[in-house]
């Protein structure tokens, strides 16, 4: 069921872009009177799932969902229509209009799809506000895995700033140290201040890492609730207590009891409570897994957490701000691509990758970020001078507005098949990436 749920999601945020962006192209076509034959949202070899004409346009479905496509007449596209492009131009055709009028039909795609993001950020501002944990809320310290381990982070740690500058958001200091391409962490550690290095090329592992919980917060253990026939309920142990020990070691927080229970699986335990003002052990079975059957309490019980309401004047600002900064980070994060150390161009994926962005129960606030961070995406990666992408065409145009020399139609559709050939390999190389992790995690 979650699979279903991550799957629909997707579908319906990609449907939501490709109207956008090819309505972008559509409706700056009919704004020069360019015609428009048609507007598809997937692709429809072969047949379409439905269709209709209205006003010389034809509207359909198709059926293969990779994306959507608007054919605007006299134009060398992935259709590969030669024999319309054969005959004389028309006045309607898109080979017709000035330079500069192509140039905007082109872009608009990209236009419109900046513009959703920014009315989608100031939506989900004015609905919802903002809400996240401080770092500096972060007052029991971090946790860290094997690899925030491997990295010089240690359990207790609290970081101060990361490459010497504040992050205000918790959860974004995984993606700043990758981003940036961070070379230390200052975190205090026993009531000092101490500065980790970054071992060279550990921003690849961290790429690689399959998890964002490499650094997380710690919590001190309050019994928030009970498993199906628990093994704590049954020995005395009540919500609300804090477990502060097990067989005399103090573990105040946590994660401190989760790695000390693995000691005595499938054994008794005498575990230490805080109720009230009395300190109480109690004898537990612990089960084969390590478990006692106790659930925490809410972790952001025990935080500060910050939390601005927009009213809609605010939001639009600060909705064009958050979009600014997704495509300035978008753009670092293609930056990554090419570094010779982060090498993230080996963790590019497809279609299951983006799928598993999106949560696996119906959440419309993490819904609407998600399809306005991917219509940041779809924009910037639309816009690369690639053939067959609206870059290419978009940077043809340039030379062509510059040199005062338009380049020949059998040029353009050498280069329209090289780009559907680059298109079609990447799309086979991201989603090949995602077939292998898959088929390694099985």
Do not use: C
Request: aromatic content about 12%; cysteine-free.
């Amino acid at each position: 069921m979650d699979i279903l749920i991550k799957v629909l999601q997707l579908l319906l945020s990609l449907s939501i872009l490709v109207i956008f962006h090819e309505f972008g192209h559509f409706i700056t076509a009919k704004a020069f009177k360019t015609r428009v034959e048609k507007f598809y949202l997937f692709f429809n070899p072969w047949f379409s799932l439905f269709k209709f004409t209205f006003k010389e346009t034809e509207y359909g479905l198709g059926w293969l969902p990779l994306g959507g496509y608007v054919k605007i007449s006299g134009m060398i596209d992935e259709s590969m229509d030669k024999e319309q492009m054969k005959l004389p131009p028309q006045p309607w055709e898109f080979r017709s209009k000035p330079a500069w009028q192509r140039l905007i039909i082109m872009l608009g795609g990209v236009i419109v799809n900046i513009l959703l993001a920014v009315l989608i950020y100031i939506f989900i501002l004015a609905w919802w506000g903002e809400k996240y944990l401080p770092t500096a809320e972060v007052k029991y310290g971090i946790t860290v895995d094997s690899l925030g381990y491997e990295m010089g982070l240690r359990n207790g740690d609290k970081i101060i700033t990361v490459g010497n500058k504040q992050v205000e958001e918790f959860h974004k200091i995984p993606a700043e140290i990758i981003i940036e391409e961070v070379k230390t962490v200052q975190v205090e550690r026993g009531g000092k201040i101490e500065n980790i290095d970054i071992p060279k090329g550990f921003l690849n592992k961290l790429v690689h890492h399959r998890s964002s919980d490499f650094i997380g917060f710690r919590i001190p253990f309050y019994v928030g609730g009970f498993s199906k026939d628990s093994p704590a309920l049954a020995a005395g142990i009540k919500e609300k207590d804090r477990i502060i020990g097990i067989n005399g070691v103090s573990t105040l927080y946590f994660d401190e009891f989760r790695e000390k229970i693995k000691e005595s699986k499938g054994q008794e335990a005498i575990i230490r409570v805080v109720r009230e003002a009395d300190t109480i052990d109690r004898i537990v079975n612990v089960s084969p897994e390590g478990l006692i059957g106790v659930l925490a309490q809410d972790p952001t019980e025990f935080f500060n957490l910050k939390e601005k309401k927009y009213s809609i004047v605010q939001a639009i600002p600060a909705g064009t701000v958050k979009t600014y900064k997704g495509v300035a980070n978008y753009l670092k994060q293609l930056k990554l691509l090419f570094s010779s150390e982060v090498k993230a161009y080996e963790s590019v994926g497809g279609f299951i990758t983006i799928g598993s962005i999106f949560p696996p129960e119906w959440d419309w606030q993490a819904f609407w970020g998600l399809t306005a961070f991917l219509s940041i995406m779809l924009a910037i990666l639309n816009i690369l001078p690639i053939p067959a992408l609206d870059g290419g065409h978009v940077a043809f145009l340039l030379y062509e507005i510059v040199a005062r020399r338009k380049p020949s139609d059998k040029f353009l559709e050498y280069a329209q098949i090289v780009g559907m050939v680059l298109l079609f390999g990447l799309l086979i190389f991201a989603n090949g990436n995602d077939v292998v992790r898959w088929l390694s995690n099985r």
